[in-house]
């Protein structure tokens, strides 16, 4: 099951090692989160996942309108299909709702990136991940501090299973590829020095003031260097209601590009700046150096042996981040299972029942 567009990067590894297990037929419910092409058909053209065997088309909506919608309509169909298992991805809002709805009819959850913690409790992603957690019946974890996570929590220790970080598998696979690419020269970036810029969470977007400055902020960035910024529907949705785009300045703004294009820009950036999850794991496997516009991250080993660095959302604080944030590329730190295997692994867990300690 996924729903989201870093839901999909998630899933592809793991699909094509269910693909090479004979006799395992692997289903791919879609539950339609995401529906723009540029966030969810590109992703499974470029990430050659199969086209999704169902799609629930739940699209947007407010979160308990989502997650509602997304119960409804899977119940009926796990009930039908009987799964020996339903895998869910990350920390969406179709991650927390699949599994509510498959326990209860007696399905079994596995939860891949298991054990991520903010502490946040004003994050969406953070009840989502809480809820599936403790619901799942077997959690893969991405990083050992998640399994601390997991363990302080009371969650047993047969329940966890250390497979490594499946994002890192895509990312290993698409690398040349996105190499080839080049898309910063489409853009006319200059590669090493611009600024790759992706802002999406509700903190950051849905405060009229907030989003104010860091367009201000932006905009003296790129008096100094280039910014590119792909612009997630959620942003520009609100850019253009508080009519903010004009504060931008000369920011380059584009739509949001597709996996392949997006590696290759995060590979090229001089600097990332940005809100998301899954691309402060991008930059520090990759030794770009990364700001991170939050007051904490679920994801501490890119800050401990990684390039990423927290950022207050003010005008001042990137500006002056930005000035010194530049760095010589640091060589990928060697991090424990993000070696391009764990889609194996998942699948050796399920299929084999091995453990992963
Ligand atoms: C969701 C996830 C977030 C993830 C992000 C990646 C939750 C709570 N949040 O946030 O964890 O980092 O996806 O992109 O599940 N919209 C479109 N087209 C689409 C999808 C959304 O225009 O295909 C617009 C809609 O106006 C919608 C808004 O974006 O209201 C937000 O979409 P939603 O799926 O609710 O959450 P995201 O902000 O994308």
Partial sequence: MVGARPNFVKLAPVARALAARPGVEHLIIHTGQHYDPLLSDRFFEELEIPTPDFNLEVGSGTHAVQTAAVLERIEPLCQR???DWLLVYGD????????????????RVAHIEAGLRSGDRTMPEEHNRVVTDHLADLLFAPSRDAIGNL?????KQERIAFVGNVMIDTLVRALPAARSLETHQELDLRAGSFVLVTLHRPSNVDDPAILGELC?????????????F???????????????????????????????????LIDSAGLVITDSGGVQEETTF????CLTVRPNTERPITLTHGTNRLLRPTREALVAACQNGFSRRTPPPALERWDGRTG???????CDGAQFD
């Fill in 81 to 83: 299909l009987r799964p």
């Fill in 92 to 107: 969406v809002n179709s991650t927390v709702a699949a599994t509510l709805a498959a326990v209860k009819i007696g399905v």
């Fill in 151 to 155: 363990e302080r929590e009371g969650i």
């Fill in 216 to 228: 201000d902020a932006l905009a003296e960035v790129q008096r100094r260097r280039q910014v590119v």
């Fill in 230 to 264: 792909p612009v997630h529907p959620r942003s520009r949705e609100q850019l253009k209601q508080w009519d903010l785009t004009r504060r931008l300045g000369g920011v380059c703004l584009i739509d949001p590009v597709p996996y392949l294009a997006m590696l290759s």
């Fill in 286 to 289: 990759l030794g770009v150096p």
């Fill in 344 to 350: 194996e692994r998942i699948v050796q867990a399920l």
